[in-house]
């Protein structure tokens, strides 16, 4: 069964880092493009980062852009998110998601383009 299971998150103060981990299985890893979505409460879900199945490129929300770095390691089937310089803001459950289909020449800043989706992390960032 196809899963994909963050880790890494928890309470940090301001300014201070996080590296939040996406393990999958049972998908083909290595052909999919992947993401980072935040939800905050009572918002609704937001991109946060992309990168396609190459590791070629990456795409970054405005907000985070200069802070957060999004990797893969298709040798572990892992996908990660380096946050640093957290801002309370940042505040949100992250989930990863796995694109729709294989080889995808894009990276897509839609909720819609993603089929697989994980569990989701708690951020906590305090002032």
């Known amino acids: 069964q196809a899963q994909l299971v963050e880790s890494g998150g928890g309470l940090v103060q301001a300014g201070g880092s996080l590296r939040l981990s996406c393990a999958a299985s049972?998908?083909?890893?290595?052909?999919?493009?992947m993401a980072w979505f935040r939800q905050a409460p009572g918002k609704e879900r937001e991109f946060v980062a992309g990168i396609n199945w190459r590791g070629s490129s990456r795409y970054y929300a405005d907000s985070v852009k200069g802070r957060f770095t999004i990797s893969r390691d298709n040798a572990k089937n892992t996908a990660y998110l380096q946050m640093n310089s957290l801002k309370p803001e940042d505040t949100a459950v992250y989930y990863c998601?796995?694109?729709?289909?294989?080889?995808?020449?894009?990276?897509?800043?839609?909720?819609?383009?993603?089929?697989?989706w994980g569990q989701g992390t708690q951020v906590t960032v305090s002032s």
């Open positions: 998601a796995a694109d729709r289909n294989r080889y995808s020449s894009g990276i897509y800043s839609s909720g819609d383009e993603y089929d697989r």
């Open positions: 049972g998908l083909t890893f290595s052909s999919l493009g």
